[in-house]
């Protein structure tokens, strides 16, 4: 039998707690998009809420910290821009670029966004039982390491 014959005695990636994690959070992300307001397509937000946290910030600093290229983030930003939702302002350091930052339509919808994805975990968090609630807030510690873990690996990635 040859090397690339072999069967597998390692747990599938379809399977076990990674798996799970990845597919309740998908959802859990997926049921708070469903059930908002949000107008916005998912890298939409994700470039708005790079660029709160960023701000300001220049496109290629924005793409690269998002993964995608210039030209997708360039898009991206426009679409933005044309909805009133991001504006651009000129670089101090460099008057022939320009950046980007929330527009008050920005932070509003942000702040709103963030206030109804709030209230509906809370009412989702209503219906467990005291004893699930507990479990859950006792997790709450590791799932904030492990996103931070992911994040400075996703950083590291990044060419």
Do not use: F, H
């Amino acid at each position: 039998m040859n090397a690339s014959a072999k069967i597998s005695t390692s747990t599938p990636p379809e399977s076990g707690p990674a798996n799970s994690l990845r597919v309740s959070v998908a959802r859990i992300y997926r049921a708070l998009r469903v059930n908002s307001d949000w107008s916005i397509t998912p890298s939409q937000g994700s470039a708005l809420a790079r660029i709160e946290q960023c701000e300001p910030v220049r496109l290629g600093v924005l793409a690269q910290l998002e993964g995608v290229s210039a030209a997708s983030m360039s898009r991206i930003v426009e679409s933005l821009e044309a909805q009133g939702i991001v504006t651009r302002i000129a670089d101090p350091l460099d008057g022939r670029a320009s950046m980007v930052k929330l527009s008050t339509k920005g932070v509003k919808l942000i702040r709103e966004y963030r206030a109804a994805s709030t209230r509906a975990i809370e009412s989702a968090l209503s219906t467990l039982s005291r004893d699930e609630q507990s479990s859950l807030r006792a997790t709450l510690p590791i799932l904030e390491k492990l996103s931070e873990i992911l994040q400075v690996g996703a950083s590291n990635q990044r060419p």
